[in-house]
């Protein structure tokens, strides 16, 4: 079943010259976990804006499980698309614990659900006893699992990872890549995760898209990967 | 392809949070653009006469004021912003954020304390006469003329060039001293050199505030009888009811302020006067001998002069009027100016947090937005007060049919006789203090959080509430101080729109300067010192703040 479904999208920042991204074409089936590789400036963390909705494009259309979000027509607001979102720096809000932070996103949920659904995410990313600390509180590996969680809480449709493990040193990135594709694998959500390192890429991913040269994505210049790991 | 971008940004951007934003604006804009279409209306009899006889003394007054105390605001503030930035000397802590505080004693109050103090029966005259039997010649401190008014905005003003220079010299100019210093160049000619020119953006945006006060001023002019544009729309307002011609003479105002916003424009074009990129603190020198007792001398004259003098000065005479003026009707004074400060600047925070959130779009429409709504504070009190003047008395006209079916008479002054008038007055004039504080704090939390609560499912309005209201609070508050205080002080606008009988703080002061009861003002002056002092200590824990 598709998931994502992206037709002949085209940005441009407003001062720039030539579009950042021109006619991509590109669609996702559930469950599959998909990176996105490529050069700084190549557009890869804009696309994920304009999934969610943070941005406007100014040709194409994206489709979330058949229904578009945004055409020529219309524009459905971010709140509105059911797509979860991990940012680069994870955003946490830091007046709240990160009870709060995970159960923000439970908006039209009762509040045994709630209750049972912060259990559920703080043992997916094995984080039970920090329900009461501040963002502030945690350490980078900490707070990347919780903007995870806070992410998967909601069940969205569509995953979209921001370079994900730019905050982490080396050691901890190893560890916890195997742990994030055991995470989503379980959860099976559909993923998209943008990293600029290919190990990344190879550990989490099912395939993966890559910016062409002239840092731009377009339908003809991606290429496709079939990972097998 | 345009129009659907349009349509794509207004199906994205549009909600109810614009539609208040640009309704705040019109009401911003409106009055001002009241005052520039009265250029293109017929003249009458009166401008005649003040064009021909008198608009001449006006403009020259007005121009020889703005020259003199901007030269000499900018070297007291420079000179000073850099003694307590390059060097190292006693009580220098102190100094540095006590330099601030005339700026908490509005020029009208420091006007009438310094004339009483130093006219023939004030304590410095008889001090000299009776204790060391030395009769000074009067003339040298004839306090009622062009001298007197500069000496005043010089030493009640500089702060603004000082706060600003400090700044700069503080944390972005130690790597081009040091350079200057290794490449074995004397502290004089470091000064002049490199630190003047650097500092020029600074300096101009300094020395515009205080050109901006300047014209804004009614109380000091007024009180020593000085004949600028300000103090002629009063009197045309006052002495004429001639509210045509008034508006004529704020016109001419406003083309003299935009003369000086292009005038400051063309001379910061073109430069560059910062290409490093990280800021290091400056590491003070240590002085020694002469240099440090000249150091600490000079930071202690402008200090005493600018703060301490007059204020104790307004103590002494405090203590002997207080029977007489601490009375009820002076808690009523009190009530009355906190209750309509604190209701115009609610009005302000709350316009201004609403239209500095719709600014964070990237879309351009949102620049303007912002440019319209902070523009009044460059505008002054007098001009926006002739402005609401003017759209009041209109609307009143145009809801005549309406009061006269309702039973309210024939053509009563309705809204142009209220309290509302006043408050509208305060929201143009001081919605950029508010707006420029909120804009801070907006800044601070970039946009990261908004999104993030965004993507997991809140809509705009939940958004702000639960998540930028918690984190921006603390600029909301230092906007808040901010805006009060202004309005607390805030002379010619409120002469000018108060209804009758309606007295604040800043009026009644005015009101027994104006009649000779220098004593009776002490207590009002002081209150309002006090609550300025507020406003310098806020600005001194952002500050330290920053700096931690």
Known sequence: ?229 | MKLEMVKRYAQKELNGWWIVSIIGATVILLPILYVFLEIFQQPNENWFQIRVYLLKNYVTNTVILVLITGILTIFLGVTLAWLTSAYDFPLRNFFRWGLILPLAIPPYIASYTYRTMLSYTGVVQSTLRNQFDYQINPELFNFSSLRGATFIFTLFLYPYVYIIARAFLENQSSSYIESARLLGRKPTAVFIKVVLPLARPAIIGGAGLVTFEVLSDYGVTSYFGIHTITTAIFQTWFGMYDVDTAMRLAAWLMFIIIGVFILERLLRQRKRYHLSNKTKPLVPIKLKGLPRAGAFSYCFIVLSLGFIIPLFQLIAWAGMTFNKVWDIFFFTLLKQTISIAAISTLIIILVSTVIANVCRSKWAFSYMLSKVITSGYSIPGAIIAIGVLAVFIKLDKTLAPFYSYVGLGKAPLILSMSIVMLIVGYIIRFMATGYNAVEVGFEKIGTKYTEASRVLGHGVTKTFFRVELPLIKGALFSGFILTFVEICKELPLVLLLRPFNFETLATKTFQYAKDEMIHEAAIPSLMIIGISTMSVIVFHLIDKRVKK
Do not use: W
């Open chain 1, 1 to 229: 079943m598709r998931i994502l479904e992206i037709n002949g999208l085209t940005f441009s920042f407003a001062q720039a010259k030539e579009p950042v991204i021109n006619d991509f074409t590109f669609s996702m089936n559930k469950g599959e976990i998909v990176g996105v590789l490529g050069q700084s400036g190549s557009g890869k963390s804009t696309l994920l804006r304009l999934i969610a909705g943070l941005e406007i494009p100014m040709k194409g259309t994206v489709k979330i499980t058949g229904i578009p979000v945004v055409n020529e027509k219309l524009f459905i607001q971010p709140e509105d698309r059911s797509v979860g979102m991990v940012f680069q720096d994870y955003a946490l809000f830091p007046h709240m614990t990160v009870k709060d932070n995970i159960l923000f996103g439970l908006i039209r949920t009762n509040r045994n659900e709630r209750k049972h659904r912060l259990k559920e995410m703080l043992e997916l990313v094995h984080m039970e006893d920090y329900e009461k600390r501040y963002p502030h509180e945690l350490s980078g590996g900490q707070q990347q699992r919780i903007a995870l969680a806070r992410a998967l809480a909601p069940q969205p449709k569509v995953l979209l990872m921001d370079e994900p493990f730019s905050n982490l040193d080396a050691d901890l990135k190893a560890s916890i890549r195997l742990e994030l594709r055991s995470i989503l694998k379980k959860t099976g959500i559909t993923c998209i995760m943008v990293t600029h390192d290919r190990n990344d890429v190879d550990s989490i991913c099912d395939r993966s898209i890559t910016m062409g040269s002239g840092n731009r994505i377009s339908s003809k210049g991606k290429v496709l990967k079939n990972n097998t790991i």
